[in-house]
Structure formats: structure tokens, C-alpha cells
């Protein structure tokens, strides 16, 4: 028996859906094959053809969400071939504004650390790749060169994550500018520029 390639897609999608909804309010441990069958409106063999458990529906959708390096590198370059912008901040910002749905409750406080460290892991090697001579010339050694990507990163997901819980869509620009002074000039210069000290 042939299968309709957009009914298929479309029963995955909503079963994808399902999953989001209550894994977003619930967490991986309470979401249940039978709870998202009955959310989708499918039995749980149909979820079984598509997915092994809930887990592989998680890891699907992470996949997913992970950026295609090779891709977003060709036109990162060309942004910082013409604004000669150092970091593509404007760019990730937007890649996670993209994405807040899933971004906001996979690194929030009760997401995926699984995800997080996937994540980084990829933003780590896209500006590695992207900005090595930079990096290089600001690096002592390997060691810091790692800890300041690690900083970096960790940093700015911090940030994105704390704004889009704080707002439903916040002022980008503002985010953008606030992490460019917090990337260029440090947290200390940015607190005396903020902060009136009497």
C-alpha cells in the first residue's frame, strides 16, 4: 500500500505538534505515547510508524533546530563583508527569533541540557570556522580560545532565552546592540554606562 507523501507529512507534523504541546507544558518525563496519539487524533500504532518513542520525536525536533553551518556561513560572510561587523549577533539573534517556540523551552530552565550543549556545540564551530583569525590574534592559546567561545555563546543564549521569556517579541535592535557593547567592551564598561554610581 502507497502512502500520499502529503498526508504523511502532514500526520507527522501533527504528531510532532502534539508532542510540542504537552512536552512544552509537561516535560519529557509526564508526555506519553498514548497522550500524544490522542492529542493528534491518531491511535498509537500511527505514532509508531512514525517514531520509536517520545524521545526520537525530541531528538527529531532538536534536529532539526540545529543550523545548517555550511549554509548560514556563505551568508554570514557576506554580512560581515559588508557591514564589517566582527560577530554575526544580528544574524543569530534572528535565527533564535526564528525559533523562540522551541528555543525559549529547550534552553529555559526546564529544558533539554542535551540541547544545550548540542547547540552550543555548533555555534562553537560556526564561529570558530567563521572568525579564526580573529579569534586567534585575541586567544592566548587553545585553551582560552575555547573558554572565551564557550563564554561567548553560553552568553548569548543566556540573554535571548532571558529576553523571550521576559517578552513575546522584544525590541531585536536593543538586543543586538546590548550584546555587541556586552561582546566588545565587557560586562564592567557596560554596568558604568547603564548604572549612575553616586
Known amino acids: 500500500m502507497k502512502y500520499n507523501p502529503e498526508i504523511t507529512a502532514q500526520t ?6 502534539a508532542f510540542w504541546d504537552l512536552y512544552s507544558q509537561e ?14 487524533g491518531y491511535n498509537r500504532s500511527t505514532f509508531y510508524e512514525y517514531f520509536t518513542d ?7 525536533i532538536e534536529a532539526s ?3 545548517d553551518i555550511k549554509k548560514h556561513q556563505a551568508i554570514i560572510q557576506d554580512i560581515i563583508m559588508e557591514t564589517g561587523a566582527h560577530l554575526p549577533l544580528k544574524h543569530l539573534t534572528e ?29 562553537k564551530a560556526f564561529l570558530r570556522a ?13 585553551f582560552s580560545l575555547e573558554c572565551t567561545l564557550e563564554f561567548m555563546i553560553s552568553a548569548f543564549l543566556g540573554v535571548m532565552t532571558y529576553c523571550f521569556t521576559r517578552e513575546e517579541n522584544p525590541d531585536l535592535e536593543k538586543v543586538v546592540q546590548l550584546l ?10 557596560n554596568f558604568k554606562r547603564n548604572v549612575s554610581i553616586e
Open 12 to 17: 507527522r507534523k501533527n504528531l510532532m505538534d
Open 27 to 40: 516535560g519529557i518525563g509526564k508526555t506519553s505515547v498514548r497522550e500524544i496519539a490522542l492529542k493528534a
Open 54 to 60: 517520545v524521545y526520537d520525536v525530541l531528538e527529531q
Open 65 to 67: 533546530l540545529l543550523p
Open 95 to 123: 535565527v533564535y527569533s526564528k525559533n523562540k517556540k522551541y528555543f525559549v523551552v529547550l534552553l529555559g530552565k526546564n529544558g533539554d541540557p542535551a540541547f544545550q550543549e548540542k547547540i552550543k556545540n555548533v555555534y
Open 130 to 142: 567563521l572568525l579564526r583569525p580573529q579569534l586567534q590574534s585575541l586567544a592566548a592559546d587553545d
Open 180 to 189: 555587541g557593547n556586552l561582546t566588545n567592551d565587557g560586562v564592567m564598561k
